[in-house]
């Protein structure tokens, strides 16, 4: 995806949210410069300059204010031409400017996004599956295997799979479950509803499944 400097469907989509937000006059006071600059000063984003410059370029070609900040989703930064990691660690920082504004945030999004940034941006794969097990408290031995299935699906490299390939990734996991099920696992785990779910949202599947087997079994 390329940022579209005519402007489009996104654009009219924030526009649409920004007139639903009239409620929060303060965040209005917050201005491009204002957001380009907090971008450019964040410790992660900062790590990485063309990822940077990249945000805080297309935020000024979009024009977007700290209104429209506050209704980014996965979907509008995917057209934005932002992907994966760099995706997901933009909306932990979101949420966070949320919360630093008194303004509702997502804690959990914010957590599982953050989360999920800082492990794909790992080089080591063994680095990535210790600090995955540490974190979700799984058995290293069971994300290793867990992850190479991932990214077997994960064609672009994006670290994320469209949903749609769930059923077969639990099925090459050894589990089999009814597409009925696995809508409710998705509901109650896709938290941004973009069609896509990310490596930390698999392992968090397959563990609440594994956890219900076990307590059914017993």
Same mark, same amino acid.
């Given at each position: 995806?390329?940022?579209?400097?005519?402007?489009? /469907? #996104?654009?009219?989509? *924030?526009?649409?949210?920004? @007139? $639903?937000? %009239?409620?929060?006059?303060?965040? +209005? &006071?917050?201005?491009?410069?204002?957001?380009?600059?907090?971008?450019?000063?964040?410790?992660?984003?900062?790590?990485?300059?063309?990822?940077?410059?990249?945000?805080?370029?297309?935020?000024?070609?979009?024009?977007?204010?700290?209104?429209?900040?506050?209704?980014?989703?996965?979907?509008?930064?995917?057209?934005?031409?932002?992907?994966?990691?760099?995706?997901?660690?933009?909306?932990?920082?979101?949420?966070?400017?949320?919360?630093?504004?008194?303004?509702?945030?997502?804690?959990?999004?914010?957590?599982?996004? /953050? #989360?999920?940034?800082? *492990?794909?941006?790992?080089? @080591? $794969?063994? %680095?990535?599956?210790?600090?995955? +097990? &540490?974190?979700?408290?799984?058995?290293?031995?069971?994300?290793?295997?867990?992850?190479?299935?991932?990214?077997?699906?994960?064609?672009?490299?994006?670290?994320?799979?469209?949903?749609?390939?769930?059923?077969?990734?639990?099925?090459?996991?050894?589990?089999?479950?009814?597409?009925?099920?696995?809508?409710?696992?998705?509901?109650?785990?896709?938290?941004?509803?973009?069609?896509?779910?990310?490596?930390?949202?698999?392992?968090?599947?397959?563990?609440?499944?594994?956890?219900?087997?076990?307590?059914?079994?017993?």
């Amino acid at each position: 995806a390329r940022s579209n400097v005519h402007g489009g /469907a #996104m654009e009219q989509d *924030m526009q649409q949210a920004v @007139n $639903a937000a %009239d409620d929060l006059p303060p965040i +209005a &006071l917050i201005t491009v410069p204002d957001i380009v600059k907090w971008v450019r000063s964040d410790e992660e984003l900062g790590k990485r300059k063309d990822i940077e410059e990249q945000i805080a370029r297309s935020m000024i070609v979009h024009e977007i204010n700290g209104r429209m900040l506050l209704h980014l989703n996965k979907p509008d930064l995917l057209r934005m031409g932002f992907t994966g990691p760099v995706a997901r660690l933009f909306l932990s920082r979101i949420e966070s400017f949320k919360e630093a504004h008194g303004l509702a945030a997502n804690s959990n999004i914010q957590k599982q996004y /953050a #989360m999920a940034a800082e *492990m794909a941006l790992m080089a @080591n $794969a063994d %680095d990535q599956v210790y600090y995955l +097990a &540490l974190n979700l408290e799984m058995d290293v031995r069971k994300v290793k295997p867990l992850r190479k299935t991932f990214r077997r699906y994960d064609t672009e490299r994006r670290w994320e799979v469209e949903t749609e390939h769930l059923e077969d990734m639990l099925t090459a996991c050894g589990v089999k479950m009814e597409k009925k099920r696995i809508g409710t696992l998705l509901k109650k785990f896709d938290d941004d509803e973009s069609g896509c779910i990310d490596l930390i949202t698999f392992l968090r599947i397959v563990k609440t499944v594994s956890l219900a087997d076990t307590a059914f079994a017993m």
